[in-house]
């Protein structure tokens, strides 16, 4: 299955989608469109794809997508919640007949790699609810008023890394579909370079080359860095012990799975566990 290229029709004269998507699952594939999108999720958990970034998601996250950066959200396949979220999208061009205002002119080009937002308050969910709510130029109205809360947020992360560009090519987006399915299926068990590069009909030369390319980082750095986020979701969603988190994320060595974590979320799975309790107890 290939990246799809989404369509995005606008629902009235104001050139402005909003709507409150609610169904079992995310289950859009890894797309693209040339529309900025914003999406505040209302419920669900599990891992979000932007560019060549992988993080885990929660309910409360909110990101900003620019035009043409590929992207798609997959819900923990053991989560029970449906999946709900806000989305607005609208075109690029839509605000280039209005005066230059600078902090959603700065936003919108940090847009081009995705921005994840911290304390989203509620002030901004209301304001994300009347885009939705709101017709005409009342949308607008509204949307512009959402952007310029979002540009005074102080507290965000840039998803895509800085060397990304996204290539177009319906070859190597199927390609890419492909290893995050597989790595989604088998990153409990020991994967080996040569069965990922089968599956794409590739030599294991040719795919190290270009998933390198293409992600910007090797396979294995992706592979750890997923079963990390994974982790993570264990450690703070369940009271399995720390090493059983380990194996079942799919290492064999709990030194090399202690290194990984501490190197992708800079604590160790212990400190990652007690700071988040302490910050939502």
Known sequence: MKAVFEKVDAQDE?????FQYSQENFDA???FHPEYELTYILESSGTRYVGNNISSYEKGDLVLLGPNLPHCWKNDPNLEDAAKSFVIQWPKELLNQIPSFRKIEQLLKTAQRGILFEGVSKSIIAEIQKVINA??????VHLLELLDLLGKIEKTEVLAGTSYKFDLS????????????????????KI????VAEELHMTEQSFSRFFSRVMKRPFFIFLNEYR????????????????????QCGYDSLPFFYQQFKKFKGYSP????????????
């Open 170 to 189: 319906n070859d190597t987006n199927s390609r890419i579909q492909k290893v995050q399915h597989y790595v989604n299926e088998h990153y409990q068990s």
């Open 228 to 247: 990390v986020n994974r982790a993570s979701r264990l450690l703070v969603e369940t009271e399995l012990q720390v090493n059983e988190i380990g194996y």
């Open 270 to 281: 212990l400190a990652f566990r007690k700071m988040y309790r302490k910050v939502n107890n």
């Open 135 to 140: 017709t005409g130029v009342h949308r607008f």
């Open 192 to 195: 080996r370079l040569k069965e």
């Open 14 to 18: 104001s050139s402005i989608v909003a």
């Open 29 to 31: 594939p890894w797309h």
